[in-house]
């Protein structure tokens, strides 16, 4: 038999734990990870040109597309800087530190200093809850019954949270992982969780007993007689009427407050369906720790920059027993509660007097017997978690950081405070290819405008930028009138100045809302050039053979458009048809069959209870 012929021969085996001359036959059978195992397929690359300026620009533009490569272009004008910048995918850094030793304090820090967005487990977690989104229920529900939620789960809302729009904007840093246990157990056990859908299905449930039982009260109250004619009728109704006035007075501080809370706090997209009903197993340790290893390097999430915090097992021992945790106020203090900041180890520059002694007491670091240490930092846990940390993760990462460029590793001391760490993080930034994240800025104007006209002679004399003695002024962007997010959807719709965000040198009006928060999140969608103007459509008429084919087939490369062709729009639909109704006619056959086959099973049934009968009845 040929290798061709060899059906295992499709099949390559991913050898990442050094298991040399592995060959794949029937005498073998594979019951791992099927992620290992990959095919030897080819992929398809698109290798059509670029489209020309006039598709993009127009027809009096002469300069020549953008590179596929736009890291080392040079620009000279603001429309190329600002094209080229939209279309750069945004930085990822993963951070890989021993637990304890600040790799989420450098998260935050990085992601207000960078305006990135931090992903965490413990982020995540906290921001579905807050969200109450169908997931952040579940969760807290699971929590509240003090069940643990699994790596398979964070792991899933991890990268859920990384297809939001404004990741993609801004990109991203991934801190706290891989999760590693302080269990010596060999293998780790995994309990199941309540799904999503029995938790939303009590709560509506619930809902609905309240609402009846509150329905039935309110019938039981009209029911009863009211004394019409005594005086408190009249306090009943200026009662009323000072209600009435109430709710509208909280109405229009509402409607005046509604654009200052028209962004959302949370800038992540909310998650659904991805908590299902498992059942509990148990898995081994080192297996589970090196496929988080795995899934934090794969091609979906590979990182662009990895920052990699080395520190010593005893300091990180050391530094994690002095953290302390304040359970009134649930704040994590770094150092013994009799100890000062670390501002304030030198002489202090300026003496003060409390002039309220009551509020002498409020200071957190006095405060000590509020302050205890979490089970997880416990030396003998801390031990626990750093030996397996040392012994199943440390070899994967050493070598799994070798696969990098040696520029875009960056090696930070844990025994450093988190400020000095961001300032030598920034310091090694400089010299890499980063390009800083640029958010939109909603203007909130609270001036109504009767023309757009006086919106933007008010534009021009108000929106200055400033930087130290330099002044720059906002102009109106080349979309002017119209709103960007409608017109990518082909909808020619004009902008309000109540909606109006700054971004770049330029001012956008956006038509509602949810346009404004969509912009907001991800821009670059949005402000492509192709997008400026709506499309143009051609319908190309001749004879037979005269070409009419060839003229499409050039328009559609000259202009970047889809040629729609009658006869194919028509084989298409027909195709469709044909498979909805197959489908339907299966659907009604396979219950037809099932409906016999209940039949014959039911005279079958009824048979053999007849002749069982007889034979009772016989002997």
Known sequence: MTENDNPYSYFQVVDKFNINNVVPNKNMV???DLNHIKTNTTEETDNR???????ILGINNTASPFPNNLDSYHTWTDIDSQETYLNLKPMCYTILAKPGTGGYSLGESMAKRLNVIHISPKNVIEDEIEQNSPT??????????NNVCKFDTIWTIMKKKLDSPAVKHRGYVISGLPLVTCSKNMESFYGKLHDEDTILNA????HDLITNLHKKKGNVIRNEPVNLDSSSTSELMSEIESNFEEEEQEAEVNEALDPIRAIPKSVLEPSHGLILFTKAYLYSKKAMLLHQCQEIFSSNVKPNIVIYISCP?????????RKYFNYLTTNPIDSHPFLLKNDELGW??????LENLSNFSDNTYLKWKYCCRLPVNFTSNSTNQMCNYKNYIMPYLEKKIKDFDSKFVLKLDGRYPTQEMINLLLEKLISLPVKPVLIPEPLYLEDSFDEIEDFWKLAEETNIIKYGSKKFIRYASPWYNRCPVELKKRHVIKGLPKFAVAFFKHIYLLSSLNAMIAFCRNPRPFLKLEYLEPTCRIIVMGTKSSGKSMITQCLSWLFDAPVINYESFVNNERQKKYEEFSKSILSKIITDIEENRTIEWQKKELNRITKLNDWNDVT
């Open 30 to 32: 594979y019951s791992g």
């Open 49 to 55: 040109p670029r489209p020309l300026a006039v598709a």
């Open 136 to 145: 952040g229920k579940c969760i807290d529900f699971n929590l509240r019954h």
């Open 203 to 206: 709560e509506e449930l619930v």
């Open 313 to 321: 097992d005893t300091d990180a021992v050391t530094k994690r027993s």
């Open 348 to 353: 202090p520059t300026k003496y003060t007097v």
